[in-house]
């Protein structure tokens, strides 16, 4: 086996990991649900390679991700229900019935936003499509937030959610009552620390997370954006505490809390911008 710049080559190889018997005894032993984290998180490493503008690694991760359609649709053939060629298939026919003023009226030009209305159009009729096509007696519940899709990342799953009950007055009209909402959500944890109740805990922490996302769609900020800087400034300033006791010949466990406490507000005070000079 060799390496290919042909799909089939990866096709082939995933075919060959599969096989009972001489396939990888790891690659075997996995179905949809135990890849379906992997592949999540092979897009986000798409989206941070974008972030960081690495062309390199990001057409590493696109491969990545594109091993993750290939593995599921091995394991979707194996169990008789579609193919790779079928998912090839499937999209591109969807590509090409919804940019129709690509691919058939030619004559027509379109604007940004008649674009839009036209995608969204369509997509209306393939779901009306594939709900006629459901069993006879099958129905789906209606809901305003039916049309949400459940494999979303939570944190932005929480945002689609709140923007679509804000679309029919479902909302609070100010940020800072947003604010007394999270508020008492943590006021319900300490309540929940005392009785020490491990599911309550759990349920009161997503309710918290749940305000947290509100409250950034309020302000205008993308939630998963922002936790992301967070966490490249925690890891910066992390950083210059494990850097600083190094300097003094000295490990992390051989700090106490309160020194690399003062470390942490150390890295804070240096990345704060100096104050411009007074007018005299």
Request: charged share 30%.
């Amino acid at each position: 086996m060799l390496p290919s710049r042909d799909i089939k080559g990866l096709l082939d190889i995933m075919a060959a990991l599969r096989t009972p018997g001489s396939g990888c005894p790891w690659d075997l032993e996995q179905n949809f649900a135990t890849i379906a984290p992997y592949t999540i998180e092979e897009a986000y490493e798409v989206a941070d390679a974008i972030a960081r503008n690495d062309l390199p690694d990001l057409c590493d991760e696109l491969g990545d991700l594109l091993l993750q359609v290939v593995f599921h649709a091995r394991m979707a053939e194996e169990q008789g229900a579609f193919s790779f060629a079928d998912v090839v298939e499937a999209i591109t026919r969807k590509m090409i019935r919804r940019h129709p003023h690509v691919f058939a009226d030619k004559n027509g030009q379109l604007s940004p936003s008649d674009v839009k209305g036209a995608w969204d159009r369509i997509k209306a009729e393939e779901k009306a499509e594939r709900a006629a096509k459901r069993p006879e007696g099958e129905t789906t519940a209606k809901s305003l937030l039916s049309g949400i899709k459940a494999g979303q990342p939570a944190l932005t799953r929480a945002m689609e959610l709140q923007r679509k009950a804000s679309s029919v007055g479902f909302d609070w009209n100010d940020p800072r009552a947003v604010l007394h909402k999270i508020r008492e959500e943590a006021d319900e944890i300490e309540t929940a620390l005392d009785r020490n109740d491990a599911d309550e805990l759990a349920g009161e922490t997503g309710d918290l997370l749940f305000a947290l996302v509100n409250l950034a769609r309020h302000v205008g900020a993308d939630p998963d954006q922002a936790l992301r800087s967070t966490n490249t400034k925690f890891e910066r300033r992390f950083g210059y505490i494990e850097r600083t006791l190094a300097a003094q010949g000295r490990s992390l466990e051989s700090a106490s809390l309160e020194e690399m406490d003062s470390l942490w507000n150390e890295a804070k005070n240096e990345e704060r911008p100096s104050s411009p000079p007074r007018a005299r």
